[in-house]
């Protein structure tokens, strides 16, 4: 909101070349496209180039027939690209417009440089730079061309901003009519502008990364999201909203966005949902927040400093939740600063306490685990067919870090085999239990992990007799123990596709236990499910389970699976070819096990449906044996309360209430 060029979410136009085209056909695609397509004059046009690529300056010159005075020689901070430390590199070559003289006359390029607009920028990918900065010419160079579309629209709609365009100021106008306020482009620093161009780029932005499956939380994307929505909401209150109004100003940028993402019209609902619940959540925040705020500032005008000190902003944001981020908007406002700095070694101190108490959680793969699959070769995993296997071989043992040869009576340890019947666990769905025998031996198997790809270990004790590598072994998986884990796992798919049914579509996996006792499902909605919504579910899911229609399995490549309408879970990773489960009307890349038939379910009960994180909710169910030892359980509880009560079972809620 503070310039009239930069966004949270913004549209890029470009085009691309991996060893066909290069350079001069990049600027001869551009140029055309520019001033005989878009019809921009020519004179209205510079560009920048690399101060030491001259082929590119003389295309420019000589090719194209711009003037030496409107070519551009910057250095490597401008016109010099990089993917990182590492990796493909080349110079570029930037387009601008030229606004006109009453935008000033600043020096070319320069930080304060409003008059001449980049438009276009034409990456020249020849080079390749290694770890220790070396740079060599790429095998075949590529393009990489990048074109703000809210750039080009101001150009070509004579706005001199990109909030004056048509991709943004529908929403300022509805935040002007939701306000009573003015919106005025002439006075850029006003309040009132800078907070309507604030809320409707910030608008756009929370809209596309809901319905991209971004949801607000304290880490990752999901802190960048709502510090967005946050920060939009504080300058909502400057334009004296006091109430959730982010969710309403979603209608707009559908609107004006889904004949180009038709998605947005089918995560509508769900989108505003979620920022109304976020809004609700913050405002009390910010309401407590904002008049601590405000009394440290008047403290310090009286005390003569221009400043909030580290341990205020501290306070602010661990004691009361206030963001920092909304801590330096207001503090800029009021033309304070903010000791940031002491703030940050504050708030490292307090995660040092922190880690002194609680343990990594990080999962990272042991070298003897990797020494491992770099020796063996992959696992073959039969489980999807068969719970034993009687001709499996003993490949590596594992005891404690150090690969043996032999284990003994009462030794616990790790076995490898060439190929077993045991599930690792993996998608949400808990490793296999069982036992792996031979001739006067039994080792027990407690849980089955595959720390990396490829490799899957048995963890277990030697109950009695010994083992040793190239041993011929029986592995055999506890069958009641599976049985009730695929019950409960294909229970999770008729979950997913009841709550789609009955919530909507915006439902979406949002992660999942499969447990042989119980089944837990997370999921994205927005606020909790009423006592009727969670007795649709329960009846959709028992509808399908009835039907008890076959389980199929199919193996396909990824793009074949999705076009199938299989359902792939968000931030999943999945390879080339993938497993697709149907069942019921149910389809989903899964690569767990299943039963055979829907109704090998039986039955299906859910037993909580609770809050995970804002956006997310949590059920918890179970299926088969378990739910018909719930459902016994609670048939014979009320059973002893009708008799405790001297009264009929279905009067009881009433008898209690007397």
Known sequence: GYTPRHHTFFEMLGNFSFGDYFKREAIEFAWEYLTKVLEIPEEKLHVSVFMEDEEAYK???????LPEEKIHKLGVEDNFWSMGDTGPCGPCSEIYYDRGEEFGNPEFGSDDDNRYLEIWNLVFMQY???????????????????MGLERIASVLQG???????????????????????????????????????????????ITFLISDGVFPANEGRGYVLRRILRRALRYGKELGIKEPFLYKGVDKVVEIMYETYPELKANKEFIKG????????????????????????????????????????????????????????????????VDIAKYYQLLEEQKERARKHWKSQAKEV???????????????????ETLQVSDARIVAIVNGNEVTSEIKEGEEAELILDKTPFYPEKG????????????????????????????????????????????????????????????????????????????????????????PDYLRFDFTHFEGLSDEE????????????????????????????LRTGAMAIFDEKYGDNVRVITAGISKELC?????????????????SESAVSAGTRRIEAVAGRKAVEKGLKEHFLIKELSQILTTKEDELVEKVEL
């Open 128 to 146: 390749n730079k290694d770890k220790d900065g070396k740079i060599s010419p790429l095998p075949k160079p590529n393009i990489d061309t990048g």
């Open 428 to 515: 949400g769905q808990v490793g296999d239990t069982g036992i792996i025998e031979k001739d006067g031996s039994l080792f027990k198997v407690f849980d089955t992990q595959s720390p990396t790809d490829g490799l899957i270990i048995h963890k277990g004790k030697v109950l009695f007799g010994s083992f040793k590598v190239e041993d011929t072994v029986l592995a055999k998986v506890d069958k009641e123990r599976r049985e009730n884990i695929m019950r409960h796992h294909t229970s999770t798919h008729l979950l997913h596709s009841a709550l789609r049914n009955i919530l909507g579509e915006h439902v979406k996996q949002a992660g999942s236990l499969v447990h």
């Open 591 to 607: 690569g767990g096990t299943h039963v055979s038939r829907t109704g090998d379910i039986g039955y299906f009960k859910i037993l």
């Open 534 to 561: 969670i007795k649709k579910i329960e009846e959709f899911v028992n509808e399908e389970i009835m039907k008890n229609e076959p389980v199929i399995c199919q193996q396909m490549s990824y793009d074949e699976a």
């Open 274 to 337: 979620l920022v109304k619940s976020e809004e609700e959540r913050f405002i009390k925040t910010l309401n407590r927040g904002m008049a601590l705020l405000n009394e440290i500032i008047e403290k310090a005008k009286k005390e003569g400093r221009k400043h909030i000190t580290g341990e205020e902003v501290f306070t602010l944001y661990d004691t009361y939740g206030f963001p920092v981020d909304l801590i330096e908007d207001i503090a800029r406002d009021n033309n304070f600063g």
């Open 366 to 384: 042991k070298e003897i685990y990797l020494y491992l699959k770099n020796r063996l070769e992959d696992n073959q995993f039969l489980g999807y």
């Open 159 to 205: 706005v001199n901003s990109n909030y004056e365009t048509d991709l943004f100021l529908p929403i300022i106008n509805w935040v002007s009519e939701f306000t009573g306020k003015t919106y005025n482009p002439e006075e850029p620093k006003s309040i009132n502008t800078v907070s309507m161009r604030v809320i409707a780029d910030h608008l756009r932005a």
């Open 59 to 65: 295309i420019w010159k000589d090719v194209i027939g």
